[in-house]
């Protein structure tokens, strides 16, 4: 995947077959405005809709794009990308190409290359031609692999791993097994209390036990079996939050290469299960200490930022850890790292979070990665 900045608040990632407009607004979460994918519609947000003059469905059928047109307009001082419509969505808007960004500044040949690149890759994600008042960009070489952090990567109650021993067309995010045990503990111990109070508080009521006359905070003591009787049913409603929670829970997540889906199961009930068109981004958030000698992790978890703006939670690791970095990372460039939503580049890895979100996003077919940094 290519990061390309297009102006202080919008960015351009593409790989071969799919090519995105993002919208960068800190301190607010990044904004899918355009994406171009292989066999798909183009699909763009209710503003650039709006502000073009395009339909309100929110797309364009392939078959009635025309082409992609790149040209320099000495108006604006500015290199133009955009595209042509079939005449049917022309006649209705009154014109047949739409500009879909630019890049602003008095000298053409500042800008050209990275525009013809732009240009160029939106039209192959489109599969459709690709037009240029200047042809003589030599074409972009290939890219290089992508340095990834090995698998299996374990994530405080989670643990990331091939689904089998190739590491090829499936990855497996798990539940570590001490999640569900710390789970029946609790369990075990609420029915614990419940009986103690329940034992005392029916004796209390079908004996002749004495009761405290003095040092309780309620005005009369004989409302003390009660009251021991209802802090029985507190517990048992505790007790069924987490048998729902061990039930509603998923223990895996499988992330499909091949389909480009990402499923959640409990055993081997399928809970969910989610199409990677419908992501425009993974999010990985870590909450850090800020004044500690080692570097160390409060708080992480991972999350699809879907199309429609809203966050599914695939992880949530509330352990901290400490000496979070992975071998080889600088802990002191770490430690002037700002706060904020950055975009992630996989050479930028440091921790094994930031690595499973990088891994997740290759899966689900190279989408960006945000990286959310927050201090406390």
Do not use: C
Not at 238 to 255: F, G, K, N, S, T
Not at 353 to 369: D, K, N, S, T, Y
């Amino acid at each position: 995947m290519t990061r390309i900045a297009v102006s202080a608040n919008s960015l351009v990632d593409y790989s071969p077959d799919r090519w995105r407009l993002i919208k960068v607004e800190a301190p607010k979460a990044p904004k899918l405005v355009l994406e171009a994918k292989r066999g798909a519609p183009l699909r763009f947000d209710a503003y650039f809709a709006a502000s073009r003059d395009l339909p309100e469905s929110g797309e364009i059928l392939q078959a009635d794009l025309g082409q992609v047109i790149l040209g320099w307009s000495k108006e604006s001082g500015s290199w133009q990308l955009g595209l042509t419509l079939s005449p049917e969505i022309s006649l209705a808007r009154s014109s047949r190409w739409f500009e879909i960004l630019r890049f602003a500044h008095p000298d053409p040949a500042v800008h050209e290359e990275e525009a013809t690149r732009l240009g160029q890759a939106l039209a192959q994600a489109l599969g459709i031609p690709f037009a240029s008042t200047d042809a003589g960009i030599a074409a972009e070489p290939e890219p290089e692999p992508i340095p990834l952090v090995d698998l299996p990567l374990h994530l405080g109650m989670w643990r990331l791993q091939p689904a089998d021993e190739n590491g090829e067309g499936e990855l497996r995010l798990l539940r570590e097994k001490r999640w569900l045990q710390s789970r029946l503990r609790q369990i075990a111990w609420y029915g614990l209390w419940i009986l103690i109070y329940l034992g005392v508080s029916i004796a209390s009521l079908t004996s002749e036990l004495g009761l405290p006359i003095a040092g309780t905070l309620i005005p009369d003591p004989s409302w003390l079996p009660y009251l021991g009787l209802v802090v029985a049913g507190l517990l048992a409603l505790a007790i069924a939050r987490q048998v729902m929670i061990i039930l509603r829970e998923p223990d895996a997540l499988r992330i499909n290469a091949f389909e480009r889906t990402m499923s959640a199961w409990r055993g081997d009930k399928q809970l969910w299960k989610i199409n990677a068109g419908r992501v425009q981004s993974v999010y990985a958030s870590e909450v850090v200490k800020k004044r500690s000698r080692r570097p160390t992790i409060l708080h992480g978890e991972i999350n699809l930022h879907l199309l429609d703006g809203s966050f599914l939670s695939l992880m949530i690791d509330r352990e901290k850890i400490v000496d979070a970095l992975l071998p080889g990372s600088d802990s002191a460039a770490e430690k002037k790292r700002p706060e904020g939503v950055l975009a992630l580049e996989p050479a930028e890895v440091t921790t094994a979070l930031q690595a499973a979100a990088v891994h997740i996003a290759l899966g689900l077919g190279e989408l960006p990665v945000w990286y959310d940094r927050r201090l406390r």
